[in-house]
């Protein structure tokens, strides 16, 4: 039984940096991502790292947003600096047994992944 968990959702300020985490369990291979999804707009992907590969990230976020992966403990982590107003939204870890999903994450293909984490809001004023 998988079951994904986020934590670190706050409020910032505009420029201000933010670290979320999904911690995994019953899940040990496949790849992971964080999706968002703001107030009357579909969920779009942010970042993701397919098991053994290079992170990748729509370009919204490039040059402000890392994933990365501890995958000794299953933990998903995402660092995000230099934070804009349009970065408000719910922030969702994904994952899925598939080995690869990056075009998934950056055309936001949302029903590609099988597994979902309840989310964590973050909010940038």
């Known amino acids: 039984h998988v079951q994904l968990v986020e934590s670190g959702g706050g409020s910032v300020q505009v420029g201000g940096s933010l670290s979320l985490s999904c911690a995994a369990s019953?899940?040990?291979?496949?790849?992971m991502a964080w999706f968002r999804q703001a107030p009357g707009k579909e969920r779009e992907g942010v970042a993701g790292i397919d098991d053994g590969g290079s992170p990748y990230y729509v370009d919204s976020v490039k040059g402000r947003f890392t994933i990365s992966k501890d995958s000794v403990k299953n933990i998903l982590h995402l660092e995000m600096n230099s934070l804009k107003r349009e970065d408000t939204a719910m922030y969702y870890c994904a994952a899925d047994l598939s080995l690869a999903c990056r075009p998934a994450v950056l055309h936001s293909d949302y029903y590609f992944f099988n597994y979902w984490g309840p989310g964590t809001q973050v909010t940038v004023s």
């Open positions: 019953g899940y040990s291979r496949g790849c």
